[in-house]
């Protein structure tokens, strides 16, 4: 039961988040909209207001924007296919970023709830290179290798492209006086390097904001990390996940508390607004690509040519979706259990 509501919140979540980026946009440049829905399927609950209709339907997977001369030719001046092209690219585009929207809001409630890494350190760790040379709680690192230091992030990251066979100069503070030490770090079991230290969390709004932000980016990094190793052929449908996949991660997570499912959140949050973005046919993506080629050429391509290439994108989108699928149930062995 857990299972089902936790997947049901994040899938709605990440796709009303999504639509209502797409409505908001399109109200705003007078795109006319004829339905906005949250759900799929039989109607429950439908009220219309003003020329919108506000729809709750049965299965609560999704949801959508249905907006006047978005998929069929209008004469109305107000539709989709009539107005200025970059609002429309800006309707289209608004969805992702309603996405990245909803990852910094639910990052910045985790970094607030677990508080955010400082340059404080909280202790060392027993036998490490930094506490055999002294550094002990509530010291501040404000220096390594000749670089400034001020946040946690810029610690890790100095220590991490250290040389683990040469010295590291570190400069702290204690008590209000500058201590400079020299250590060699030391690679520990997953091959990192480290020199031993925790650091001390603090908790702010916006500290939390901050915190929000450098998740999200963090993560949309890894997009593009991963995009690097797909055109160099280092990634198959094994490192690929769908729903069920997706559906057995929420149902991991959510035994480990609220926090690890609101991060899984962000996470898939950031991973449909930058995936939605890729030129691929039948994403928003590819809609962008044909908008701009539009206002190059000053005139729209052929609307039927347009809808094929998108329909040959959605099959093998499909296609790709049910090998994902199929990799997920062999890989997590879903009918054995």
């Known amino acids: 039961?857990?299972?089902?509501?936790?997947?049901?919140?994040i899938f709605l979540m990440v796709i009303v988040?999504?639509?209502?980026?797409?409505?908001?946009?399109?109200?705003?440049?007078?795109?006319?909209?004829?339905?906005?829905?949250?759900?799929?399927?039989?109607?429950?609950?439908?009220?219309?207001?003003?020329?919108?209709?506000?729809?709750?339907?049965?299965?609560?997977?999704?949801?959508?924007?249905?907006?006047?001369?978005?998929?069929e030719e209008s004469n109305d001046p107000r539709s989709f296919n009539n107005a200025l092209p970059l609002s429309r690219i800006a309707v289209v585009v608004a969805g992702a970023i309603m996405n990245f929207v909803l990852a910094i809001i639910v990052f910045s409630i985790v970094s607030y709830s677990v508080g955010m890494p400082s340059t404080t350190v909280?202790?060392?760790?027993?036998?490490?290179?930094?506490?055999?040379?002294?550094?002990?709680?509530?010291?501040?690192i404000i220096n390594i290798n000749g670089k400034e230091i001020n946040s946690w992030n810029e610690i890790s990251e100095e220590i991490s492209k250290s040389n683990p066979e040469e010295n590291m100069d570190i400069v702290i503070l204690r008590d209000g006086k500058t201590i400079k030490y020299t250590l060699k770090p030391e690679i520990n079991e997953e091959n990192r390097v480290i020199i031993g230290i925790e650091p001390e969390f603090e908790k702010s709004f916006l500290l939390a904001i901050k915190g929000g932000f450098q998740k999200t980016g963090a993560v949309l990094k890894l997009m593009f990390d991963f995009i690097k190793m797909v055109f160099r052929g280092q990634v198959s449908t094994k490192d690929l996940s769908g729903p069920v996949g997706v559906i057995y991660a929420i149902s991991e997570t959510a035994k480990y508390g609220i926090i690890?499912?609101?991060?899984?959140?962000?996470?898939?949050?950031?991973?449909?607004?930058?995936?939605?973005?890729?030129?691929?046919?039948?994403?928003?993506?590819?809609?962008?690509?044909?908008?701009?080629?539009?206002?190059?050429?000053?005139?729209?391509?052929?609307?039927?040519?347009?809808?094929?290439?998108h329909f040959i994108?959605?099959?093998?989108?499909?296609?790709?979706?049910?090998?994902?699928?199929?990799?997920?149930?062999?890989?997590?062995?879903?009918?054995?259990?």
Do not use: C, W
Request: aromatic share 12%; net charge neutral; hydrophobic share 45%.
């Open 313 to 337: 994108g959605f099959v093998l989108l499909i296609v790709l979706m049910i090998a994902v699928t199929y990799s997920d149930i062999i890989r997590f062995s879903i009918f054995r259990r």
């Open 260 to 309: 690890n499912l609101l991060y899984l959140l962000g996470f898939i949050s950031v991973n449909l607004g930058f995936f939605n973005l890729l030129p691929i046919p039948a994403l928003d993506g590819s809609r962008i690509v044909f908008l701009i080629v539009e206002m190059v050429r000053g005139k729209s391509l052929d609307p039927e040519k347009e809808g094929f290439i």
């Open 1 to 9: 039961m857990l299972t089902v509501v936790a997947a049901i919140f």
């Open 17 to 71: 988040f999504h639509e209502f980026g797409h409505f908001i946009v399109a109200k705003m440049v007078g795109i006319k909209v004829n339905e906005f829905s949250i759900g799929m399927g039989p109607k429950i609950f439908q009220n219309e207001k003003g020329e919108t209709k506000y729809t709750l339907r049965a299965l609560p997977i999704g949801g959508y924007v249905s907006m006047e001369g978005e998929d």
């Open 122 to 140: 909280y202790k060392t760790q027993k036998g490490s290179p930094a506490e055999e040379i002294g550094i002990s709680s509530g010291d501040q």
